[in-house]
């Protein structure tokens, strides 16, 4: 593929909604009327979620817009500030009528929270469904459908849940989400991060032009401050498809770059201006902020354990008795700045040369870090656990060493290439992991890397080193493709004549992929042209991961996230073997559940 590319991750991811901004942009005024229009349907008009589930709580949220008393009154629109408190009752019961209530409470919200309502439930049964509700003010919020986690000591439970990331609003209509919601067979959805993105509508746009007007971001400029990243968020939770995945399911949820800006770091992003757009540090606390609020996150000030941590503490880890266990890491608040290497990059890392020694020297340097040293010692000690047969790791950028030929990226041949902002450019704690994975004995179980961020879906095993080829892999890693963000696909139709068949693009964009894979002997899987989730499956004998995706693009359908009703499709299984610590082909999807969580009316008292 001739000239894909200026080569930096964020060009290179950015390059169609550029050729977008290209086509029309028109100028929107942001109108506060508008944002608040899910609000108008009712008090709880942002939905009802759930998250992080542990054997006996999850948490429970909404949002109460406290309606107008008077004429006049202030709407309460997200980031607004305004609008009185409010007194929520919730409810968490074991029926869908809640004739069998089991907990309920009163909480107060107000401006200070962005009238978001928050409740860790405690005191639930292991491995049971519940249903949860708020009311205020002769209002009632949709029935959300939650569980808990299958986390009982000695007993072996199913283990079932779907990998998303990379949910860019303008990107196109939340498919996924919605085949999320349909399915009945989920314990929770992983979200590893990307939920939001902070781009506004105009030259910066990204995503389709079929979907200017039709699907704009909401603040219509990038979102900077406490105001703008609550309104986007308001704006994710009146999305219809969304909104049906949060009610059906627990979600554990991990930020990435774009709930703050592209290619964030412990002091700057790439995509932060600090001369128009004020002190990073400032903006990253409000992002924090917002993502508290709006996402249905335990409070890290709830979290039980106090692990060592720098600044807040949003890793943590998640049973499943003794079939395993998700440790969720963070890999941005504390992460030293990518490698740059001008002309291919000068801020927020991206495709940088590599084999060049002050190159090389830099991207190995052991005082550089991506995650803290207290959390890269948690991981680790959670990674030896021997009581779990599966360590499974929920993880933002990607673990396994990749490198690119210059020629994919339209650049010179002889150029090898790694993106520095993963793991491959943080290669001293990259190496410290993948070496500790390597020196666990059998009995310390297996490893699986769950991760997101490079919209595209891969399966890899994961090098014990790549000089030593001949060396068994530590483990696997599977990477999910984007709901919606522009992928391999996008960046190829950008580059090539707008003329160009879709059926062309694909056959452009599989050479591409194919070639990467070559490089990399350890890839098994890599598609770049589908979007939507990857199911993981978990059983004593082994983790499977089933790729849903999107329809091939065709030339009647050049791109299928701009149709509201899209449907996703099986498009790959792969899978690890309990001891093998690496990839075989899966024959087929998954199918039912060993077991099914507690549902039972008679549970709770009548309440
Ligand atoms: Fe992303």
Redesign the pocket.
């Known amino acids: 593929m001739a000239d894909v590319v200026t080569p930096s991750r964020r060009s290179v991811l950015k390059g169609a909604a550029l050729a977008a901004a290209a086509v029309a942009v028109p100028v929107r005024v942001f109108d506060a009327q508008a944002a608040a229009a899910p609000a108008a349907d009712g008090i709880f008009g942002y939905g009802v979620a759930s998250g992080d589930p542990t054997a006996d709580a999850v948490v429970i949220w909404t949002r109460a817009t406290p309606p107008q008393r008077h004429a006049g009154d202030p709407v309460a629109v997200p980031g607004s500030g305004l609008g009185q408190p409010l007194q929520v009752l919730w409810e968490v019961a074991a029926d869908p009528e809640f004739r069998f209530r089991v907990r309920q409470g009163v909480v107060r919200t107000s401006p200070d929270s962005d009238h978001t309502v928050k409740v860790d439930v405690t005191g639930l049964s292991p491995y049971t469904r519940y249903y949860y509700r708020f009311r205020a003010e002769g209002q009632a919020s949709a029935v959300g459908r939650t569980q808990t986690a299958p986390d009982e000591p000695g007993r072996l439970h199913a283990l079932r849940f779907a990998l998303v ?2 949910s860019n609003y303008t990107g196109g209509y939340f498919a996924a989400y919605r085949a999320l919601g349909q399915r009945d067979d989920l314990d929770f959805v992983l979200h590893v991060g ?1 939920y939001i993105y902070e781009y506004g509508n105009g030259a910066d746009r990204y995503g389709p032009p079929e979907l200017i007007v039709t699907r704009d971001g909401v603040p219509a400029t990038e979102t900077i401050d406490l105001a703008g990243y609550r309104l986007r968020h308001a704006l994710h939770k009146a999305d219809p498809d969304l909104a049906f995945a949060h009610r059906r399911h627990p979600w554990i949820t991990i930020f ?1 770059d ?1 709930e703050v800006a592209n290619n964030a770091w412990n002091g700057g992003a790439e995509n932060h201006t600090p001369g128009t757009e004020g002190a990073f540090s400032t903006r990253r606390q409000q992002a924090y902020q917002a993502y508290l609020e709006w996402m249905p996150f335990r409070l890290p000030d709830q979290d039980q354990g106090a692990a060592p941590h720098r600044g807040i503490r949003f890793f943590r880890r998640f049973g499943f008795g003794p079939l395993g266990d998700l440790s969720i890491v963070e890999t941005r608040q504390n992460r030293s700045p990518q490698v740059n290497v001008p002309p291919f990059t000068t801020v927020g890392g991206g495709f940088i040369p590599t084999g060049i020694p002050a190159v090389d020297a830099q991207l190995a340097d052991p005082a550089r870090q991506l995650l803290e040293p207290e959390q890269l010692g948690w991981l680790r000690a959670g990674t030896a656990d021997l009581g779990r047969r599966w360590h499974l790791i929920g993880n933002q950028v990607v673990l396994t060493p990749v490198r690119f030929p210059g020629a994919v990226l339209g650049l010179p041949p002889q150029l090898t290439m790694l993106n520095s902002d993963q793991w491959d450019g943080y290669q001293a704690d990259q190496a410290a992991l993948i070496t500790h994975l390597g020196a666990q004995p059998a009995s310390a179980g297996d490893v699986v890397v769950l991760t997101g ?1 490079i ?1 595209s879906s891969w399966a890899m095993d994961i090098p014990a080193s790549l000089t030593a080829p001949e060396a068994a892999p530590v483990g696997v890693e599977f990477v999910c493709p ?1 709901v919606t ?1 522009d992928g391999f696909y996008e960046l190829v139709r950008a580059a090539l004549p707008a003329t160009t068949p879709a059926e062309a693009v694909v056959a452009a964009t599989q050479n591409i992929t194919a070639a990467v894979a070559a490089a990399n002997p350890w890839i098994s899987y890599l598609n770049g042209v589908g979007h939507g989730y990857t199911l993981i499956d978990v059983t004593p004998d082994r983790v499977q991961a089933d790729f849903y995706h999107t329809p091939r693009p065709t030339g009647a359908l050049p791109d299928p996230r701009i149709v509201p009703s899209t449907q996703l499709t099986h498009a790959a299984s792969w899978q690890t073997l309990a001891g093998s610590r690496r990839l075989s082909p899966a024959t087929s999807p998954v199918g039912l559940r060993a077991d099914d969580p507690t549902e039972n009316p008679e549970h709770g008292r009548p309440g």
């Open positions: 990331s990379c990307d990435d774009h961020d919209h984007s963000s």
